[in-house]
């Protein structure tokens, strides 16, 4: 992997008007130049797409990224969708190291004893281009570093950045933990993640709320080939993914996830810190009851841990997006925020974010001008896409879901009941059959309840 040591003359490099900035990025890398163009801090899927896209544009990247390597520290459950992937990389999949294409996906919906399982298998995501896959992060971020170098980015592992350098209101590079001390750049790109400290110091957002944060533990369990091939009828380099919600999460808001690899199995668990908190519950504790719960034992049995990790992942969606830039300075990814807990998006989000901040960047180039004003683009692109018109449309589903711990408690159980019913044939008529179903509706939840609970849900969507 790349350079470890930064270049020389980024040192103290004095700050560069718009005009100076007409020289061709090349030599702005040269030792005893001048800085950079832009400055990644954190090379996950977010400022590894934003250094893609800026560096094809020509411009001089440096990605700063705190870990040994890019992906030895970042968790992911982990499915990753093709086509915004293919926005950066077009026709990735032929290279990269996937784990499996996506031929199912679905919800399984788990009471005590049971799983109602609703899922989708498509012919049409057994081809090129294909929908989605599995990665395991540790593998798949080091490749994604490498095509953001191939493509003329310098890549600095075990680097830390410790503070963003703010001139007059304006970012004009940072500080890392190394000899080598400040370095400046046009426009820095904040790809952090989660916690993003230095979001935090510039005030562009206060404490994350605990109610808005999921803490995820996640093992990856090691099973021969053809067992997981059998298992979830697959074959190939074919795969499936589940979300799992219900009686798993213990009544805290929360979601596991049931995903295949090569020749391992991703399985975990995240829920809430607030809930975490209330309840006491051990995260790891949750995790090894699901791995007992009968719809998944069998699945896993015979298999063996190989990795253990926990993460957190940010939840809160519009209602607590950060300031998402300033002079010289964007945020993306989850340092700003952008996951969908609903649809289990993040990795997309993270990478279109990053590469709209590229566009930006470009575009802040070519004016010489990376004012705030300048910056705000960033923030129509946004709204313009997905990103935001998705995040605002769910935003109030988090807290609906928060204020109805019945749907998570009550539904999965009763409806698990309810088909126990329906397909135990006991010479009962069905007539008969269908009032004690009924009766058990209502037993557990009122009627209007029930309407309540759907009519507050649709609103919640609309
Ligand atoms: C358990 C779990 C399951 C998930 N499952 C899915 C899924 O299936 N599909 C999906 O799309 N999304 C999923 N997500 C969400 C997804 O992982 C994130 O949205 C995505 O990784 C965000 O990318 P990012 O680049 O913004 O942040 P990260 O991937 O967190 O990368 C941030 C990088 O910045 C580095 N860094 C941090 N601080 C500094 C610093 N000061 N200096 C230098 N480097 C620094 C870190 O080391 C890291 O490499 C999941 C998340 C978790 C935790």
């Known amino acids: 992997m790349?350079?470890?040591?930064?270049?020389?003359?980024?040192?103290?490099?004095?700050?560069?008007?718009?005009?100076?900035?007409?020289?061709?990025a090349a030599s702005r890398r040269e030792p005893g130049k001048t800085r950079f163009d832009v400055i990644v801090v954190g090379a996950g899927p977010a400022g590894v797409s934003a250094a893609i896209t800026a560096a094809k544009a020509g411009l001089s990247v440096l990605i700063l990224e705190r870990g040994d390597y890019p992906g030895s520290k970042n968790v992911m459950g982990g499915v990753l969708y093709r086509q915004p992937t293919d926005v950066i990389l077009p026709g990735f999949w032929r290279e990269a190291p996937l784990e499996r294409h996506l031929v199912e996906q679905g919800y399984w919906l788990m009471s005590e004893r049971g799983a109602t399982k609703f899922s989708y298998r498509g012919e049409d995501w057994d081809a090129e281009p294909y929908n989605a896959f599995t990665v395991l992060r540790a593998r798949f971020d080091r490749w994604y570093a490498q095509q953001a170098e191939k493509a003329g980015a310098i890549l600095v592992p075990e680097t830390t950045v410790d503070e963003v350098l703010v001139r007059d209101g304006q970012a004009v590079g940072v500080r890392v933990?190394?000899?080598?001390?400040?370095?400046?750049?046009?426009?820095?790109?904040?790809?952090?993640?989660?916690n993003s400290l230095l979001a935090k110091s510039l005030g562009l957002h206060q404490e994350w709320e605990p109610h808005t944060i999921a803490l995820?533990?996640?093992?990856?369990?090691?099973?021969?080939?053809e067992k997981i091939e059998s298992r979830f009828?697959?074959?190939?380099?074919?795969?499936?993914?589940?979300?799992?919600?219900?009686?798993?999460?213990?009544?805290?808001?929360?979601?596991?996830?049931?995903?295949?690899?090569?020749?391992?199995?991703?399985i975990g668990m995240g829920c809430m810190l607030s809930d975490f908190a209330r309840t006491g519950i051990k995260p790891y504790e949750l995790l090894d009851q699901l791995k007992q719960h009968p719809?998944?034992?069998?699945?896993?049995?015979?298999?063996?841990?190989?990795?253990?990790?926990?993460?957190?992942?940010?939840?809160?969606?519009?209602?607590?997006l950060p300031k998402l830039y300033m002079g010289g300075l964007l945020v993306v990814g989850d340092a700003a925020q952008f996951v969908n807990a609903l649809t289990r998006e993040g990795s997309n989000m993270a990478m279109i974010s990053g590469h709209l901040a590229a566009m930006t960047a470009i575009r802040a180039h070519q004016r010489g001008d990376f004012s705030a004003a300048s910056m705000a683009y960033y923030r129509d692109l946004l709204e313009n896409s997905f990103i935001l018109q998705?995040?605002?449309?769910?935003?109030?589903?988090?807290?609906?879901?928060?204020?109805r711990h019945e749907l998570i408690t009550v539904y999965p159980e009763l409806l698990a009941e309810l088909l126990q019913d329906f397909y135990t044939v006991d010479s009962v008529p069905k007539t008969q059959l269908f009032r004690r179903m009924m009766r058990k509706i209502r037993a557990r939840r009122r009627w209007t309840s029930v309407l309540g609970d759907l009519w507050k849900g649709l609103r919640a969507l609309s």
């Open 177 to 194: 933990g190394r000899d080598q001390g400040e370095i400046y750049a046009n426009v820095v790109i904040l790809a952090d993640g989660v």
């Open 390 to 403: 998705d995040l605002r449309r769910f935003r109030k589903i988090m807290p609906f879901v928060e204020s």
């Open 295 to 320: 719809a998944i034992k069998p699945v896993l049995a015979g298999g063996e841990t190989r990795e253990y990790m926990a993460h957190l992942i940010p939840e809160g969606g519009y209602n607590s």
């Open 233 to 266: 009828q697959i074959e190939g380099d074919q795969g499936v993914a589940y979300e799992l919600l219900g009686s798993i999460s213990k009544g805290m808001v929360g979601i596991g996830f049931l995903y295949t690899n090569k020749d391992t199995i991703s």
């Open 2 to 24: 790349a350079t470890q040591t930064l270049p020389a003359g980024t040192q103290g490099a004095p700050a560069q008007t718009a005009a100076q900035d007409k020289a061709p």
């Open 216 to 225: 995820a533990v996640k093992e990856i369990i090691a099973l021969p080939r």
